[in-house]
């Protein structure tokens, strides 16, 4: 997960670099100049969302009176700026704020923001052909985690000497693809008291809204039974854990739950399809009756 977040860095930068600059339109009237912050992070995480800002400022660097538009164009983000119009006399400068934000939950991901500012008076009069500037920077939806890490069976209900196998499910529901470590944090504690697991860790990619099934193959040995016992039980720790970036941060979310590991000791006396006892006698019983009136038809 870092070293894509670094890679995305590393193209983020090559991309303002190449569009960050100022670009000026020829004309033969007019003069304006505008730059703003180099980028802007917008947080969509649901119920705590944090909108963007980016600072801008425009210049008059001509001789004379001008009267300024500003113009934005942000694709799929929402823009609000602080500043659209202003009349810049000669060398002034102009400061203004942009707030970028996106709908709760959307995607990360990052968007190119152009802003432009166009001389449309000169003097206080109209004009068909007059300069213009356009400074583009780069907005970023951050990524959020959420993920639900649920046991198909909160029991696991064994014998001796039989493999079962329990379904895990993860679920992401944050807004990008994420990688999963998943592990049984006592594996060494089980191991020890008699039991094999498959599962000591695993790691896995999710993409969101996608789901995820663990199998764990859980073995016990026949020492896991002492003589007398009835069943023997133990908990498995299972964890689930997700790290990304965020803000230049490291942040790690982390969900645990637990599986009941059941053994049962002594066998149900009815499997194997052995009859009760009292069904056994009356089995013979009728079989003799049976016999006692065969003979007499015989006589």
Not at 28 to 49: K, L, N, R
Not at 114 to 128: D, P, R
Not at 284 to 293: Q, Y
């Amino acid at each position: 997960m870092r070293f894509a977040f670094a890679l995305a860095s590393i193209l983020i930068l090559s991309i303002l670099a190449q569009t960050g600059a100022t670009v000026s339109a020829q004309s033969t009237q007019g003069e304006i100049e505008i730059e703003c912050d180099q980028s802007a992070v917008i947080d969509v995480t649901p119920g705590a969302p944090e909108p963007g800002i980016a600072m801008c400022e425009v210049t008059n660097p001509s001789e004379q009176q001008e009267t300024v538009e500003i113009s934005i164009t942000a694709g799929l983000l929402n823009v609000v700026s602080s500043l659209d119009e202003i009349t810049l006399g000669s060398g002034e400068t102009a400061y203004f704020n942009l707030t970028l934000w996106a709908p709760e939950g959307t995607s990360e991901h990052q968007q190119i923001v152009q802003v432009g500012a166009e001389v449309t008076h000169i003097e206080g009069t109209e004009c068909n052909d007059c300069g213009d500037s356009r400074f583009n920077f780069m907005g970023i939806v951050l990524q959020y985690t959420d993920f639900d890490f649920i046991p198909e069976e909160d029991t696991l209900i064994l014998s001796p000497g039989e493999e079962k196998t329990l379904l895990i499910n993860i679920t992401s529901q944050g807004n990008a693809m994420e990688r999963f470590d998943v592990r049984v944090e006592n594996h060494d504690e089980l191991n020890a008291k008699g039991f094999q697991i498959s599962l000591p860790l695993v790691s896995v990619k999710v993409e969101r809204n996608e789901s995820f099934s663990f199998r764990v193959l859980i073995l016990p040995s026949n020492s896991t039974c002492a003589d007398g016992m009835e069943y023997y039980e133990e908990l498995m720790n299972v964890s689930a854990t997700s790290e990304y970036t965020l803000r230049n941060d490291l942040e790690i979310v982390r969900e645990e739950t637990q599986v009941m590991l059941r053994v049962d000791c002594i066998p149900d006396e009815d499997e194997g399809g052995s009859l009760p006892a009292p069904t056994v006698v009356y089995s013979i019983l009728a079989f003799l009756v049976a016999a006692l009136r065969g003979s007499r038809s015989n006589i």
